[in-house]
């Protein structure tokens, strides 16, 4: 079984500075791993994902994400926030020849830029 | 192109009511999925269906129902409501040769009184 843990539930940064919002997971076998935005009063929104292949990945709205197997870790960056990158932000993850419906999230943390 | 509606947006039950939420997506996407969120706890699935007229279980699917009777439908029905089901519900679908890609709806805020 998979499990994900957002180290932050809250975020608080200025606009302009640079985000790292936290991400572990735990399985023993090999996963896909996501960041969704929930913007307010709106569904999810995929930002990016990792299914193979560089450890880098970039999505919209100038993140980026990087898995790092060893630490079994996907934290999500942004060198500079907008006011407008108020949101909840989710991992999930699930693993390699699982159907979507496996996807676990995480409970979420919620990025709040100030100006 | 809508993407994927709910109705209704909004809903107070009191204990013992019934109801139903209604999920459709417009996308032609073979995958359907009722998710509730919970303050702390992420999204737990409730049910989901991989095709018009199957449907299964998902993690949290106790006092549940759910069908899908046309492929671009998937209701959620509530037979006698409870304070614990005090939630918002999303729905989301995908297409079957895109599965990591959830497409989500703007969500159902339901709270039981």
């Known amino acids: 079984a998979q499990s994900v843990t957002q180290l932050d539930s809250q975020v608080p940064v200025f606009e302009e500075a640079p985000v790292e919002l936290r991400c572990n997971y735990s399985s023993s076998v090999s996963v896909y791993l996501f960041w969704y935005v929930q913007y307010p009063n709106q569904g999810l929104q995929l930002l990016l994902k990792y299914l193979s292949g560089s450890t880098l990945v970039k999505g919209i709205n100038g993140f980026e994400a990087e898995f790092n197997k060893s630490q079994t870790s996907f934290h999500l960056r942004k060198p500079s926030v907008h006011i407008s990158d108020t949101a909840e932000y989710f991992c999930a993850v699930r693993s390699v020849g699982s159907g979507g419906f496996k996807t676990i999230f995480g409970a979420g943390t919620r990025l709040f830029v100030k100006a | 192109n809508a993407g994927v509606t709910q109705t209704p947006k909004f809903r107070v039950l009191k204990t013992g009511q019934s109801m139903t939420l209604l999920c459709a997506q417009d996308m032609n996407h073979e995958y359907m999925y009722w998710y509730r969120q919970d303050p702390g706890m992420g999204l737990r699935l409730i049910h989901y269906?991989?095709?018009?007229?199957?449907?299964a279980k998902g993690e949290v699917p106790d006092g549940y129902n759910v069908s899908r009777l046309k492929k671009q439908n998937f209701l959620l029905g509530l037979e006698s409501a409870a304070p614990s089901q005090t939630s918002v519900y999303f729905c989301?679908?995908?297409?079957?040769?895109?599965?990591?890609?959830?497409?989500f709806g703007p969500g159902t805020r339901l709270t039981v009184l």
């Open positions: 989301a679908s995908t297409d079957a040769g895109d599965p990591d890609t959830q497409y």
């Open positions: 269906s991989v095709g018009e007229g199957t449907t």
